[in-house]
T-cell receptor, first 113, second 114 residues
Framework: QQQVKQSPQSLIVQKGGISIINCAYENTAFDYFPWYQQFPGKGPALLIAIRPDVSEKKEGRFTISFNKSAKQFSLHIMDSQPGDSATYFCAASTTGTASKLTFGTGTRLQVTL | DAGVTQSPTHLIKTRGQQVTLRCSPISGHKSVSWYQQVLGQGPQFIFQYYEKEERGRGNFPDRFSARQFPNYSSELNVNALLLGDSALYLC???WGQGAGSPLHFGNGTRLTVT
């Protein structure tokens, strides 16, 4: 049972543009939503995370928007750079068991010059 | 500071064989989790160990087992390998279990079963 749905599967954005990746979850017990970035040959690295008590969290060029009623959250990458080209995964868990993450299927982002 | 280290980096096994993967967490981290990442998919949770006790298990068959040692390092064992076990196996460590202690992943062990 896929509990976290992620879209799009792939995304091409021009340098300086905004990259937007969306995720939807089913389990209402989830209350911790991290995003991970993965480069080829590397393990996932935590980018930014949010809990449902806030609707938005920003760290540098990365922003998470969260809609609890719709059970959706999204990652916005502002001023996208070629170095941002990677695969991005959304994930979800309960705060008490944050090590047990349910991941989305990933979005392959390519930022062109 | 050293990150999460996994060994070996690559491994080729034959169907029916057994394999042991190893993980050393970041110094001071007491929790180790294992994930399986099939090509083109997101990682799937296999196990979590905290203070040497199993604290969570994903939807994987009993052929998969793990343990954590007194120094907090961990091993993942897979018996009776199937072709479908071919994947990147990721180890992640954290100092605790809650959301305040995020997971730090290693670069994984690439297992190929022929």
């Amino acid at each position: 049972q896929q509990q976290v749905k992620q879209s799009p599967q792939s995304l091409i954005v021009q340098k300086g543009g905004i990259s937007i990746i969306n995720c939807a979850y089913e389990n209402t017990a989830f209350d911790y939503f991290p995003w991970y970035q993965q480069f080829p040959g590397k393990g996932p690295a935590l980018l930014i995370a949010i809990r449902p008590d806030v609707s938005e969290k920003k760290e540098g060029r990365f922003t998470i928007s969260f809609n609890k009623s719709a059970k959706q959250f999204s990652l916005h990458i502002m001023d996208s750079q070629p170095g941002d080209s990677a695969t991005y995964f959304c994930a979800a868990s309960t705060t008490g068991t944050a090590s047990k993450l349910t991941f989305g299927t990933g979005t392959r982002l390519q930022v062109t010059l | 500071d050293a990150g999460v280290t996994q060994s070996p980096t690559h491994l080729i096994k034959t169907r029916g064989q057994q394999v042991t993967l190893r993980c050393s967490p970041i110094s001071g981290h007491k929790s180790v989790s294992w994930y399986q990442q099939v090509l083109g998919q997101g990682p799937q949770f296999i196990f979590q160990y905290y203070e040497k006790e199993e604290r969570g298990r994903g939807n994987f068959p009993d052929r998969f087992s793990a343990r954590q040692f007194p120094n907090y390092s961990s091993e993942l064992n897979v018996n009776a390998l199937l072709l479908g076990d071919s994947a990147l196996y990721l180890c992640a460590s954290s100092w605790g279990q809650g959301a305040g202690s995020p997971l730090h992943f290693g670069n994984g062990t690439r297992l190929t079963v022929t």
